[in-house]
């Protein structure tokens, strides 16, 4: 398709597994980020990609998530030992050009439940 | 910092009349962007307008438009002629330097569309 892929759409896991989430981003597309969603809530920055570049980690809440890009292309968001905190909706988004004035467009998020 | 201010929690709306959603912003950044996504109870983000801060001409996309104050700092929504398929979260979001062009997201606004 021509939209922002995740996978999986779901994952329900026990706490203290890990996880990986999938991010296939728009074809061309050099910018990519992650959120976090909690149930009601706005949208919580966790990572950005911006081509080759060091990624912008601030947003990350601790040291057990980790994400990597591969060839500027697919992204996967690894959350390690989970806590039942950290069930939310996580969203990908891409963008292309300068990212002030290129909307993000967004995938449809992995729902995590942390059991 | 950057702050986004979305302060009507829900609204309700008659079939085809107008709403309007308020959001306001602070930032010190000279250049910078402004942007609206709905998010339907399915969960997708959706974008659907962009306001740029050095733009003279107030936004418009088929049915909304963006009404851009900059020295109030604000950057409403108005939808028109309201259908039932409006009914989603909106949010109010803005990207800029100061932020390394991360998304700032608002707390969002429920709008329910009645018949």
């Known amino acids: 398709g021509a939209g922002v892929s995740q996978s999986p759409s779901n994952k329900v896991t026990e706490k203290g597994k890990d996880v990986e989430l999938r991010c296939d981003p728009i074809s061309g597309h050099t910018a990519l980020y992650w959120y976090r969603q909690s149930l009601g809530q706005g949208l919580e920055f966790l990572i950005y990609f911006q081509g080759n570049s060091a990624p912008d980690k601030s947003g990350l809440p601790s040291d057990r998530f980790s994400a990597e890009r591969t060839g500027g292309s697919v992204s996967t968001l690894t959350i390690q030992r989970t806590q039942q905190e950290d069930s939310a909706v996580y969203l990908c988004?891409?963008?292309?050009?300068?990212?002030?004035?290129?909307?993000?467009?967004f995938g449809d998020g992995t729902r995590l439940s942390i059991l | 910092a950057q702050k986004i201010t979305q302060t009507q929690p829900g609204m309700f709306v008659q079939e085809k009349e107008a709403v309007t959603l308020d959001c306001t912003y602070d930032t010190s950044d000279q250049s910078y962007g402004l942007f609206w996504y709905k998010q339907p109870s399915s969960g997708e983000m959706i974008f659907l307008i962009y306001q740029g801060s050095y733009d003279e001409q107030n936004a418009t996309e088929g049915r909304y438009s963006l009404n851009f104050q900059k020295a109030r700092k604000s950057a409403n929504l108005v939808i028109s002629a309201s259908q039932l398929g409006d009914s989603a979260m909106y949010f109010c979001a803005m990207s800029g330097a100061l932020n390394d062009y991360k998304l700032s997201f608002g707390a969002g606004t429920t709008v329910t569309v009645r018949a």
């Open positions: 988004a891409s963008s292309s050009g300068q990212p002030t004035s290129q909307p993000q467009h």
